[in-house]
């Protein structure tokens, strides 16, 4: 692994790279209050034939928080954009998680000429799909949250309520700021109320692929068919798994997403 931060505009970028740098390169962004680490289980999978690159988003892990505290998601992309230029990336598949996946999608937008594919894991295309979380309320005067505060953040991430939350998935929640957490999520939110994802991805003509846990507690499941108004585009469902395919079941994440880019590196 190669670990860079660089030194951008607004604040400096933590990047991961793994395997061949003359491999097609892989592009993996994470969802919010997560990280780069979110990919640890399913990199290894990926690598053999791909330049795998994962980024820490602005104020996630070990990225600093914007200068000018701008978390909308073109704003994001186009940071994540100039990363893969300061890289030497020329074209890439980019993959997001979660909200992540808009993220992508913006990016894709902005460098028609970069992405080449793209594949959403778990990414809700409009807000009627969000699940509401019947969580208790906690006090911003005492952020971070206790452990078991976590945990209930946390815990909807996985398919079973009883999933037990990776360590470094609670060192991230715990080390992100409130304003982070808060601007991010309110971000991603305007994104997907100014457009829904299909209806941006439809006139894009990049190849997509959609991954969705069939347990998701997030978003429903069910909404990823429309997606399938995008032209040519594929949805896979895990039965069995939550909103992070990526970490309860690597296996069968990293096999579609291979599929998916033998065919579109």
Not at 249 to 255: G, H, K, M, N
Request: proline share 8%; no cysteine.
């Amino acid at each position: 692994m190669t670990i860079t931060t660089l030194p951008l505009g607004d604040g400096d970028l933590h990047v991961r790279q793994d395997g061949p740098r003359d491999a097609p390169a892989l592009l993996l962004i994470h969802g919010t209050a997560s990280s780069s680490v979110s990919w640890n289980g399913l990199v290894p999978l990926l690598t053999e034939s791909h330049r795998v690159i994962r980024v820490d988003l602005p104020g996630h892990g070990r990225s600093a928080e914007p200068a000018g505290g701008d978390y909308r998601v073109p704003h994001q992309a186009r940071r994540v954009g100039e990363a893969l230029d300061r890289l030497g990336v020329g074209h890439a598949v980019a993959v997001g998680h979660s909200s992540g996946g808009l993220t992508a999608t913006a990016l894709a937008e902005q460098r028609p000429d970069l992405v080449t594919a793209l594949a959403l894991v778990n990414t809700g295309p409009g807000m009627d799909a969000f699940i509401a979380q019947e969580t208790a309320a906690i006090d911003p005067s005492r952020w971070p949250p206790s452990d078991e505060q976590l945990r209930m953040l946390a815990s909807t991430g996985f398919g079973r309520a009883d999933y037990e939350i990776p360590q470094e998935f609670m060192d991230v929640l715990r080390h992100l700021s409130l304003g982070t957490f808060a601007a991010t999520t309110r971000a991603a939110q305007d994104y997907l109320e100014q457009r829904r994802l299909p209806d941006r991805l439809k006139v894009l003509g990049k190849p997509l692929l959609v991954i969705f846990g069939e347990d998701d507690r997030r978003w429903r499941s069910s909404s990823a068919a429309g997606y399938l108004a995008v032209p040519g585009a594929t949805v896979e469902m895990l039965p069995g798994v939550g909103h992070t395919p990526i970490v309860e079941d690597p296996p069968r994440t990293a096999a579609l997403l291979l599929a998916f880019t033998a065919l579109h590196s």
